[in-house]
């Protein structure tokens, strides 16, 4: 079945740097790739999502790119604030038939503690 | 997006005992999952909630620990059966409102087990 390998699993950095996560996936058929940030005690909440026809998408400080012959994706968060400290899970899922990547099962990383200093 | 309550939001339970985990959506959604996250972990699927049929549990989860319903598009329970400490968890409900839309996580129920 799908695995899902996230580096770093801690990341600490300057208020206004960059940070930048790393996903791989095994499973050529995945299809749909979502970001999930999860601050502590609360739900995860998807940030952001790409899907295996496109190569990037970009929302305001994040963007995520994937390429899918090295079957890696993504996340960068630009000028990043000391609110975007969190977890922040990749996940992949192989999809439905007739329903899209999105409702697949989705099998996340492990996570990266996100740390951002003042 | 679709709102997603859950109940209880936490719970402490003696072993060998059961607990019914509710979710609740606000609006008629295609799928819901259930996860479970130990402390300090990435999230697990537990399995799909099927509307009207049996769950499709994965690899590690099966029926007698982990019952499920869904009665309708809108409702599900999952029980997590004789409890021991290593059930100690957060359990989240997932639900996906429509095609080709993101899954959206409901607040998630914390359990610990004495």
């Known amino acids: 079945g799908e695995n899902v390998e996230q580096h770093p699993s801690t990341l600490s950095v300057q208020e206004g740097d960059s940070a930048v996560i790393k996903c791989t996936y095994s499973?050529?058929?995945?299809?749909?790739f979502p970001w999930y940030k999860q601050e502590l005690g609360k739900r995860p909440q998807l940030i952001i999502d790409?899907?295996?026809?496109?190569g990037e998408k970009k929302d305001q400080r994040i963007a995520v790119t994937l390429n899918k012959t090295a079957k890696h994706f993504s996340l960068h968060i630009t000028e990043t604030q000391p609110e975007d400290s969190a977890v922040y899970f990749c996940a992949a899922s192989k999809g439905r038939m007739g329903y899209g990547g999105s409702q697949g099962n989705l099998i996340f990383g492990k996570g990266t503690k996100l740390s951002v200093k003042p | 997006s679709a709102v997603i309550s859950q109940k209880p939001s936490r719970d402490i339970c003696q072993r060998g005992t059961s607990l019914t985990i509710q979710c609740q959506v606000d609006s008629q959604v295609t799928m819901m999952f259930w996860y479970r996250q130990q402390p300090g972990q990435s999230l697990t699927l537990i399995a799909t909630a099927n509307q009207g049929s049996e769950a499709t549990y994965e690899s590690g989860f099966v029926i007698d620990k982990f019952p499920i319903s869904r009665p309708n598009l809108t409702f599900s329970t999952l029980t997590v059966s004789n409890m021991s400490p290593e059930d100690s968890s957060i359990y989240l409900c997932?639900?996906?409102?429509?095609?080709?839309?993101?899954?959206?996580f409901g607040d998630g129920t914390r359990l610990s087990i004495l």
């Open positions: 997932s639900v996906v409102p429509g095609s080709n839309q993101p899954q959206h």
């Open positions: 790409i899907r295996s026809n496109v």
């Open positions: 499973d050529s058929a995945s299809n749909y």
